[in-house]
């Protein structure tokens, strides 16, 4: 059973960086194929893709954040984590975790977690 | 990037009748090399994470009621939902997986019961 939790703070002040743990269970990211990606979702808007990384290390990045995010994973530990710098109040948002996992070709979407809202206040 | 433009923003149906979704890409989702269209529909309910319910434009996730369809090809893209039942009301979302590490996703659809 594949499941994944996002983990963090809830509320950050401006300017801080943000460090955000999705931590999963049910699949491996040694195995190829196998990624995590960070998507966010404003309060009442649309889902905004963020940052992946996969079996093999690689890394991508959206190409509006790419300067402000760095993505990383603890195979070991089954873990992701996702540090977002400079945060302003409009980065307010829920953070969902998913995986894709290239099997089928197919770089959807499968297994998302329950996400975790991060408000960006003083 | 490539933009995903979703149509209606909100659609409001009978219980039982059709629901279709629009959505179309700024630029081609189809690899030629094997006649995929990179893209996925997901639903979301309120306070929950998006579901997936359809890949490669057409193919149903496991599990997904077969009242829900995608089709379309290229740039232009439909989901239906054949007989609306109460617990489909949701918000819809596209998305474009045709660049690895360049996903998009479309505005959203909200979806209610007329």
């Known amino acids: 059973q594949v499941t994944l939790r996002e983990s963090g703070p809830a509320l950050v002040k401006p300017t801080q960086t943000l460090t955000l743990t999705c931590t999963f269970s049910?699949?491996?990211?040694?195995?190829?194929?196998?990624?995590v990606s960070w998507i966010r979702q404003p309060p009442g808007k649309a889902l905004e893709w963020l940052a992946l990384?996969?079996?093999?290390?690689?890394?991508y990045y959206s190409t509006s954040l790419k300067t402000r995010l760095t993505i990383s994973k603890d195979t070991s530990k089954n873990q992701v984590v996702l540090t977002m710098t400079n945060m302003d109040p409009v980065d307010t948002a829920t953070y969902y975790c998913a995986r894709i996992y290239y099997g089928s070709g197919s770089s959807h979407f499968d297994y998302w977690g329950q996400g975790t809202l991060v408000t960006v206040s003083s | 990037d490539i933009v995903m433009t979703q149509s209606p923003d909100s659609l409001a149906v009978s219980l039982g009748e059709r629901a279709t979704i629009n959505c179309k890409s700024s630029?081609?989702?189809?690899?030629?090399?094997?006649?995929?269209?990179?893209l996925a529909w997901y639903q979301q309910k309120p306070g929950q994470p998006p579901k997936l319910l359809i890949y490669?434009?057409?193919t149903r996730e496991s599990g997904v009621p077969d009242r829900f369809s995608g089709s379309g090809s290229g740039t232009d893209f439909t989901l239906t939902i054949s007989s609306l039942q109460a617990e489909d009301v949701a918000v819809y979302y596209c998305q474009q997986y045709y660049s690895t590490g360049m996903y998009t996703f479309g505005q959203g659809t909200k979806l209610e019961i007329k």
């Open positions: 049910g699949f491996s990211l040694s195995t190829s194929g196998m990624c």
């Open positions: 630029q081609s989702v189809l690899y030629s090399s094997n006649n995929k269209n990179y």
């Open positions: 990384i996969d079996w093999d290390d690689d890394k």
């Open positions: 490669w434009a057409s």
